[in-house]
């Protein structure tokens, strides 16, 4: 059974950046068919899609937010990971990491974790 | 403000039907499909139905997911209190500034 798992710091000062890293286990990330994405939810709010990794490295992000992101890979850790450069309060967020099957649906999630944008 | 437009919030009692409308545009649901997420309280959202009326395995078929133009539903048959939470539709976006995966508000689903 496939699972990620979020990790990171959870208490971020404005104008930092915040990184993140999502482990997967019970699968490789190098398998081909996949791409793997970051997905945030505001405390009370709904999802937005941050972008999306390839297993070849190749990157793709939400243009809202493209300026501020960049998704890594290391498949000799089989994770890949989360910058958010110039963080301010608006970024704080429950932060999932997910698989896509190349289809535009995620059909694994990690469990989420908890970022706070504050001084 | 979500690009996807649902109703913020749905009811019904054991038993009944209910359904959930999701409105978009041309350049998301209308060319794209469309997926419903299920996300109980304090958990990730869970997958119900992707290529607008697919469901994966273990999703049972009370769910299910239709397309119309630019605005799907998602109908949900014999409520059960477990079935209570927030529903959220996604589609890929083929923006002017970019292709993006967008959701809606979410709906919250209260079983009285």
């Known amino acids: 059974q496939l699972q990620l798992q979020e990790s990171g710091s959870g208490l971020v000062k404005p104008s930092q950046t915040l990184s993140l890293t999502c482990a997967v286990s019970g699968g490789s990330i190098s398998s081909g068919g996949y791409s793997w994405s970051w997905i945030r939810q505001p405390p009370g709010k709904g999802l937005e899609w941050i972008g999306y990794i390839y297993h070849s490295g190749s990157t793709y992000y939400n243009p809202s937010l493209k300026s501020r992101v960049t998704i890594s890979v290391d498949r000799s850790k089989n994770q890949f990971s989360l910058k958010l450069s110039s963080v301010t309060a608006a970024d704080t967020a429950v932060y999932y990491c997910?698989?896509?099957?190349?289809?535009?649906?995620?059909?694994?999630w990690g469990q989420g974790t908890l970022v706070t944008v504050s001084s | 403000q979500s690009v996807l437009t649902q109703p913020p919030s749905a009811s019904g009692t054991p038993g009944q039907r209910v359904t959930i409308s999701c409105s978009g545009s041309?350049?998301?649901?209308?060319?794209?499909?469309v997926y419903w997420y299920q996300q109980l309280p304090g958990t990730a959202p869970k997958l119900l139905i992707y290529r607008n009326n697919q469901r994966p395995s273990g999703v049972p078929d009370r769910f299910s997911g239709s397309k119309s133009g630019t605005s799907a539903s998602l109908a949900i048959s014999g409520l059960r209190s477990e079935d209570e939470a927030d529903y959220y539709c996604a589609a890929w976006d083929d923006s002017l500034s970019g292709p993006r995966v967008v959701f809606g508000g979410g709906t919250k689903l209260t079983v009285l």
């Open positions: 997910a698989r896509e099957p190349r289809e535009g649906y995620f059909d694994y």
């Open positions: 041309s350049s998301n649901i209308g060319s794209n499909y």
